[in-house]
């Protein structure tokens, strides 16, 4: 696996393609395989016509229709303007293909698409667009994550204003891109197309940006076309788009589209809006009844649409009978919707479904204009004035809402029923939403809490702070100790199980059992303070006795193969008849494992042959405990599905209800008063698997309870509580608050749930990070206060070494800061000052018992050397009458440039040992080894660059060294390097990583200012990592985890 070391400095390049080009040729009928052709030739309305024959008609989004001499067209604006077009059969799995169009640029962008073939990762292929560029690219059907690919082939840098066609081929493994007939690029792609969803023309997705400028005389084909083909296709409209523009002429003009009005078919109404229908089902309007304003978006969608094949059919008529919504499909099937009117909502139900192999129905499909909150989670879309919101009534629907402007879409599928799907539909202004839902909720039965959805902000119990804890029976009144002292009322059991799945109590902490826990529990609730569990829901540990010794026949399965030949029990192959791939060999956390299940044998394998004969290698027999057998030829050898170094069960398995009780019988009985449903995200069978097992759980608590999770999903919503629980930061901990705080404001407006400022950690130092500082608590507690965010706290302890050996210094401060926060002492006007990013106050009491917190700058300076300049400095004091304080802290010394415990990690004097990898837009990039200046070594490297773009700090150019295979840097703890600096005040970025496989990646990067000339040398420690000033730069690269929380594993390098 390759990692890089990056040398970045802070400007900028371009991007260059290039491939070999060779031909094919072949007489073909020119519409044999043609999937879809749309002329644009309608010049009016919302429906795009394919004129293939095999009706894939498109929908219309904000394009405006023109005419000049080529015809009619499209113009897309740039934004939220596109045409879509459902799932096209015949594309996937297909080792042929062909797009093409005639496309004319106003302008270029960020990923405005011409055309965007399906979903993009897995599979999916694009007409891509990046500034003035585009190409065309294919991704790997059936891959994400670490095992996506994807390749491209060049198109055009194009030149606004004038027309350019455009065509790829694809036979399996050539890539043919041609521009204006003529072959332009080509690549090698040695996979089948990948396509699922829909073809979307004229962007990425909906929300994303658009094309600027014309569209028309679009084509997919199912197989390539030869040179000749795309040749004739240019020739044939070449003379009435390439004859250039007499002066004074306009190159088109937008057809006024005769004003009409749809006539309503359908009405369903309630005291706040009438929702009309046409007769073929698509939405007229949703009018207010007070104002008489439309909130339907235009284009118009059908509110229903039938699912087959992979194909979404829209309606060919709909009429209300016997007070039931009847939705025809035409030959492919239909539905009966149940609509029922409340005062401030709406449910819809699926009453029946019709038709063969009917795979889904879409029975909600509303498109509204208020969006300036919209969330996935609440499942609403709001603005100041009204609001709208869809909440499922079971498991049986999937609800989306995204897009701009935001479209609802509830989906039943016959897998999961589709008879008694429905949904909710709420319909008030803002203010009112959530007592709306509450009712609307409670009154069709679905599964809430008096904590979470819609009274999740009103819950007392929410602002409740916690602290982690490793409380036994033996140490629970030290907790309740240091509960009080922090000011945070819930004690939280972090590792409290024997092992997740039975989730029986650890012995070594409860010697009683259950019954032990329970007695922690009442003293902790007898001191005034409440009591939370940990869970990683879904999870399975492998010592658990669900696995061993004899593993469940329940458990998640991803991958089934067939046993070759018998296998003995001295083998350490398994032979397969099907072919392998796509598997990890490691176990790790974001390993999928690499296990296989064959009868009550559990096989570790360390390698596998993805060519005949196909076999697991490197087994270990009898894996975990479990019993080594003799299994016969044609035993099915199954791929335990695993993720956070855990197993999971079947999602459609009582196994899942199982891990339920064993959860809830603890929680009922020691009435845990939160409980947090860690790793749901990992349960197999996606949103269907994580909501089944997150609401197994909570519907067998026979209490109120706090829930929180690490999976904020739509279903879950109705009983989540409160969001925003990341993991703590290790580096720039200012920061890393920032953009926790910024981030809270969104849980609050638009999901409708309070945030949480946690997981937080009192720091120690080790040799991966310094440890935290007063300032750090109290920038954290006072932007709690200012955003009023309940917080909680890990790497705590009663014992007398704690991590961080101001522990309890620094958990009176948080007590003080949180009784505050608790009390609301502080005024909104102050705590509105509080909220804003890098500014620091301290908290303090006068004399007259009043607290006040003052403004606060903290300022670090590092000295490297005595002879270098940097042991004499002037800061500026903001506050003047404020004393000024000095804090001195050593740090870690470096061994010496040349010491022989040394590693090399980038010899220059070797070729091409480190080469340019890019840069950003407007930025020219080279590096080349020099000799001419070369400090050590027998030669050093130059890094060039000159940059055009409008903002510096949006320039980069990165030069790497990939290590293959990953390396371990052993006693190594920081980097040396000179670097002759030309004193232009270019920022270098030198940065390790390593595998994710392992853990999430990291970027450990260390920032060197060159405002110097000539050679200085440079020691930069890997524990001093310069995460504070990455968000002040747009880099290519990186998440918060991977910048602010991730240790470089320094043996994966």
Request: with cysteine; glycine share 10%.
């Given at each position: 696996?390759?990692r890089?070391?990056?040398?970045?400095v802070?400007?900028?390049g371009?991007?260059?393609?290039?491939g070999?080009?060779?031909?094919?040729?072949?007489?073909?009928?020119?519409?044999?395989?043609?999937?879809?052709?749309w002329?644009?030739?309608?010049?009016?309305?919302?429906e795009?016509?394919?004129?293939?024959?095999?009706?894939?008609h498109?929908?219309?989004?904000?394009?405006?229709?023109v005419?000049?001499?080529?015809?009619?067209?499209?113009?897309?604006?740039?934004?939220?303007?596109?045409?879509?077009v459902?799932?096209?059969?015949?594309?996937?799995?297909?080792?042929?293909?062909?797009?093409?169009?005639?496309?004319?640029?106003e302008?270029?962008?960020?990923y405005?698409n011409?055309?965007?073939?399906g979903?993009?990762?897995?599979?999916?292929?694009l007409?891509?667009?990046?500034?003035?560029?585009c190409?065309?690219?294919?991704?790997?059907?059936g891959?994400?994550?670490?095992?996506?690919?994807e390749?491209?082939?060049?198109?055009?840098?194009?030149?606004?204003?004038?027309?350019?066609?455009?065509?790829?081929?694809?036979?399996?493994?050539?890539?043919?891109?041609?521009?204006?007939g003529?072959?332009?690029?080509s690549?090698?792609?040695d996979?089948?197309?990948g396509?699922?969803?829909d073809l979307?023309?004229g962007?990425?997705?909906?929300?994303q940006?658009?094309?600027?400028?014309l569209?028309?005389?679009?084509?997919?084909?199912?197989?390539?076309?030869n040179a000749?083909?795309v040749?004739d296709s240019?020739?044939?409209?070449?003379?009435?788009?390439m004859t250039?523009?007499?002066?004074?002429?306009?190159?088109?003009?937008?057809?006024?589209?005769p004003s009409?009005?749809?006539?309503a078919a359908?009405?369903f109404?309630?005291?706040?809006?009438?929702l009309?229908?046409?007769?073929r089902?698509?939405?007229?309007?949703?009018?207010?009844?007070k104002?008489?304003?439309?909130?339907g978006?235009?284009?118009s969608?059908?509110?229903a649409?039938l699912r087959?094949?992979?194909?979404?059919?829209?309606p060919?008529?709909?009429?209300l009978?016997q007070?039931?919504?009847?939705?025809?499909f035409?030959?492919?099937g239909?539905?009966?919707?149940?609509?029922?009117?409340?005062k401030q909502?709406?449910?819809?139900?699926?009453?029946?479904?019709?038709?063969?192999?009917?795979e889904?129905?879409?029975f909600l499909?509303?498109?509204?204009?208020?969006?300036?909150?919209?969330?996935?989670?609440s499942?609403q879309?709001?603005?100041?004035?009204?609001?709208f919101?869809?909440?499922?009534l079971?498991?049986?629907?999937?609800?989306k809402?995204?897009?701009?402007?935001?479209?609802?879409?509830?989906?039943?599928?016959?897998k999961?029923g589709?008879e008694g799907a429905?949904?909710?539909?709420?319909?008030?202004?803002?203010?009112?939403?959530?007592?709306?839902?509450?009712?609307?909720?409670?009154a069709e039965?679905?599964l809430?809490?008096?904590?979470?959805?819609?009274?999740?902000l009103?819950?007392?119990e929410n602002?409740?702070?916690?602290l982690?804890s490793?409380?036994?029976?033996?140490?629970?009144?030290?907790?309740i100790?240091?509960?009080?002292r922090?000011?945070?009322?819930i004690?939280?059991l972090?590792?409290?199980?024997?092992?997740?799945?039975?989730y029986?109590?650890?012995?070594?902490?409860?010697?009683?059992?259950l019954?032990?826990?329970?007695q922690?529990?009442d003293?902790?609730?007898?001191a005034?303070?409440?009591?939370?569990?940990?869970?990683?829901?879904?999870c399975?540990?492998?010592?658990?006795?669900?696995?061993t010794p004899?593993?469940?026949?329940?458990l998640?399965k991803?991958?089934v193969f067939?046993l070759?030949?018998?296998?003995?029990e001295?083998?350490?192959?398994?032979?397969?008849?099907?072919?392998?791939?796509?598997?990890?060999?490691?176990?790790g956390?974001a390993?999928?494992?690499?296990?296989v299940?064959?009868?009550?044998?559990?096989?570790?394998?360390s390698?596998?042959t993805?060519?005949?004969?196909y076999?697991?290698?490197?087994?270990?027999?009898?894996?975990?405990?479990?019993?080594?057998a003799a299994?016969a030829?044609?035993?099915?050898?199954?791929?335990?599905?695993a993720?956070?170094g855990c197993?999971?069960?079947?999602?459609?398995?009582?196994l899942?209800d199982?891990?339920?009780?064993?959860i809830?019988?603890?929680a009922?009985?020691?009435?845990?008063d939160?409980?947090?449903?860690?790793?749901?995200?990992g349960?197999?069978?996606g949103?269907?698997?994580?909501?089944?097992?997150r609401?197994?759980i909570v519907?067998?608590?026979?209490?109120?309870?706090?829930?929180?999770?690490?999976?904020?999903?739509?279903?879950?919503?109705?009983?989540?509580?409160?969001?925003?629980?990341?993991?703590?930061?290790?580096?720039a901990?200012?920061?890393?608050?920032?953009?926790?705080?910024k981030?809270?404001e969104?849980?609050?407006?638009?999901?409708?749930?309070?945030?949480?400022?946690?997981?937080?950690?009192?720091?120690g130092?080790?040799?991966?990070h310094d440890?935290e500082?007063?300032?750090?608590?109290?920038?954290?507690?006072?932007?709690a206060?200012?955003?009023?965010?309940?917080?909680?706290f890990q790497?705590?302890s009663?014992?007398?070494?704690?991590w961080?050996?101001?522990?309890d210094?620094y958990l009176t401060?948080?007590?003080?800061?949180?009784?505050?926060?608790m009390?609301?002492?502080?005024?909104?006007a102050?705590?509105e000052k509080?909220?804003?990013?890098k500014e620091?106050?301290r908290?303090?009491?006068?004399?007259?018992?009043?607290?006040?917190?003052t403004?606060?700058?903290?300022?670090?300076h590092?000295?490297?050397?005595?002879n270098?300049?940097?042991?004499?400095w002037?800061?500026?004091?903001?506050?003047?009458?404020?004393p000024?304080?000095?804090?001195i802290?050593?740090?870690?010394?470096?061994?010496p440039y040349?010491?022989?415990?040394?590693?090399?990690?980038?010899d220059?004097a070797?070729?091409n040992?480190?080469?340019?990898?890019?840069?950003?837009?407007?930025?020219?990039?080279?590096?080349?080894?020099s000799?001419?200046?070369?400090?050590?070594?027998?030669?050093s490297?130059?890094?060039e660059?000159?940059?055009?773009a409008?903002d510096?700090?949006?320039?980069?150019?990165k030069?790497?060294?990939s290590?293959?295979?990953e390396i371990?840097l052993g006693k190594c703890?920081?980097?040396?390097l000179?670097?002759?600096?030309d004193?232009?005040?270019?920022?270098?970025?030198?940065?390790l990583t390593?595998s994710?496989?392992?853990?999430?990646g990291?970027?450990?990067?260390?920032?060197?200012?060159?405002?110097?000339?000539g050679?200085?040398?440079?020691?930069?420690?890997?524990?001093?990592?310069?995460?504070g000033?990455?968000?002040?730069?747009?880099?290519?690269?990186g998440n918060?985890?991977?910048?602010?929380?991730?240790?470089?594993?320094?043996?994966?390098?």
């Open positions: 696996m390759k890089n070391i990056a040398l970045l802070y400007v900028a371009t991007c260059w393609f290039g070999a080009f060779g031909e094919q040729s072949s007489t073909i009928g020119p519409d044999k395989g043609l999937l879809g052709h002329r644009f030739n309608e010049g009016a309305g919302e795009a016509i394919d004129s293939s024959g095999n009706e894939n498109g929908e219309v989004h904000g394009a405006a229709w005419r000049g001499k080529f015809g009619t067209a499209l113009r897309f604006a740039g934004n939220d303007t596109y045409v879509v459902s799932h096209i059969e015949g594309l996937d799995g297909s080792n042929e293909l062909t797009v093409e169009a005639w496309v004319y640029w302008g270029g962008g960020r405005p011409i055309l965007t073939g979903q993009w990762s897995p599979g999916g292929f007409m891509f667009v990046v500034d003035s560029a190409s065309f690219r294919m991704g790997k059907p891959a994400t994550g670490r095992e996506w690919k390749t491209v082939a060049p198109l055009v840098s194009f030149t606004p204003g004038q027309w350019y066609h455009l065509a790829a081929t694809f036979a399996r493994p050539h890539i043919r891109t041609y521009v204006n003529k072959l332009v690029g690549a090698t792609w996979f089948p197309v396509y699922s969803g979307h023309i962007t990425w997705y909906p929300g940006p658009s094309h600027q400028g569209i028309d005389e679009v084509k997919i084909y199912n197989r390539a076309l000749a083909e040749q240019f020739d044939r409209e070449v003379d009435t788009r250039p523009v007499a002066a004074g002429e306009k190159p088109y003009e937008k057809i006024v589209a009409t009005k749809a006539e359908v009405t109404e309630n005291q706040q809006v009438k009309l229908l046409d007769v089902a698509r939405v007229v309007g949703i009018f207010n009844r104002t008489g304003k439309d909130y978006a235009k284009p969608p059908p509110i649409l087959k094949g992979g194909r979404d059919y829209r060919t008529g709909c009429a009978q007070g039931k919504l009847q939705v025809a035409g030959k492919t239909s539905a009966t919707l149940a609509v029922a009117s409340r909502f709406f449910i819809f139900k699926v009453v029946a479904v019709e038709g063969q192999d009917v889904a129905l879409t499909n509303l498109r509204v204009t208020p969006s300036e909150r919209v969330s996935w989670m499942g879309a709001a603005d100041d004035e009204f609001a919101c869809v909440r499922t079971n498991l049986q629907s999937e609800v809402v995204d897009g701009s402007p935001p479209l609802f879409r509830a989906t039943c599928f016959s999961y589709m429905g949904v909710i539909l709420a319909t008030s202004p803002p203010a009112q939403l959530r007592s709306v839902l509450r009712e609307a909720l409670q039965g679905v809430t809490s008096p904590l979470g959805g819609p009274a999740a009103d819950a007392p602002r409740y702070s916690y982690f490793s409380v036994s029976e033996k140490n629970v009144d030290a907790w100790e240091l509960a009080k922090s000011g945070t009322p004690i939280h972090g590792s409290w199980e024997k092992s997740l799945g039975h029986e109590p650890n012995p070594s902490l409860f010697p009683h059992g019954a032990g826990l329970k922690v529990a003293k902790i609730h007898a005034g303070l409440k009591i939370s569990m940990h869970t990683l829901t879904g399975i540990a492998p010592q658990d006795p669900f696995i004899i593993p469940d026949k329940r998640a991803d991958k067939t070759a030949q018998p296998l003995d001295k083998a350490t192959e398994v032979f397969t008849e099907e072919p392998l791939s796509d598997m990890d060999t490691v176990w956390y390993s999928r494992g690499n296990y299940q064959v009868g009550d044998e559990l096989i570790q394998f390698g596998y993805d060519k005949p004969p076999r697991f290698t490197g087994c270990t027999r009898g894996a975990l405990g479990t019993k080594v299994h030829k044609g035993a099915q050898v199954s791929h335990l599905f993720y956070y197993f999971y069960p079947d999602a459609n398995s009582t899942v199982e891990i339920a009780d064993c809830a019988r603890v009922n009985e020691c009435h845990m939160l409980i947090y449903e860690d790793g749901a995200e349960m197999p069978g949103w269907h698997g994580v909501s089944t097992m609401a197994a519907k067998r608590i026979n209490h109120p309870i706090r829930v929180e999770a690490s999976e904020w999903g739509y279903h879950s919503w109705s009983f989540h509580s409160c969001i925003g629980a990341w993991d703590y930061p290790y580096w901990l200012k920061r890393f608050i920032d953009l926790h705080c981030q809270s969104t849980y609050r407006q638009k999901h409708l749930l309070p945030g949480h400022l946690g997981w937080w950690v009192i720091l130092p080790n040799i991966d440890g500082m007063p300032e750090d608590i109290e920038y954290l507690c006072s932007k206060i200012g955003y009023n965010l309940s917080m909680s790497g705590v009663p014992e007398r070494k704690p961080n050996a101001r522990q210094e401060k948080i007590g003080q800061y949180e009784r505050l926060r009390a609301g002492y502080f005024s909104d102050v705590r509080l909220k804003t990013p620091a106050y908290l303090s009491q006068s004399t007259d018992g009043e607290w006040q917190l403004p606060t700058d903290y300022s670090a590092k000295v490297t050397s005595l270098n300049g940097s042991a004499a002037t800061m500026k004091n903001r506050f003047g009458l404020q000024a304080k000095l804090r802290q050593a740090l870690y010394g470096v061994a040349d010491s022989p415990e040394g590693l090399t990690l980038a220059l070797k070729p040992e480190v080469t340019s990898a890019g840069a950003a837009n407007d930025v020219t990039t080279s590096f080349t080894a000799t001419s200046e070369a400090k050590v070594g027998g030669a490297g130059c890094l660059a000159s940059s055009k409008k510096p700090h949006s320039a980069w150019a030069a790497s060294k290590i293959t295979p371990s703890g920081a980097l040396g000179w670097v002759h600096g004193g232009k005040g270019e920022l270098l970025n030198v940065q390593d994710p496989v392992y853990y999430h990291a970027f450990d990067e260390h920032y060197i200012d060159v405002d110097f000339t050679w200085r040398y440079f020691e930069l420690p890997i524990r001093e990592r310069d995460a000033r990455y968000g002040d730069y747009v880099w290519p690269y918060i985890y991977s910048i602010y929380r991730t240790p470089l594993m320094r043996d994966h390098v």
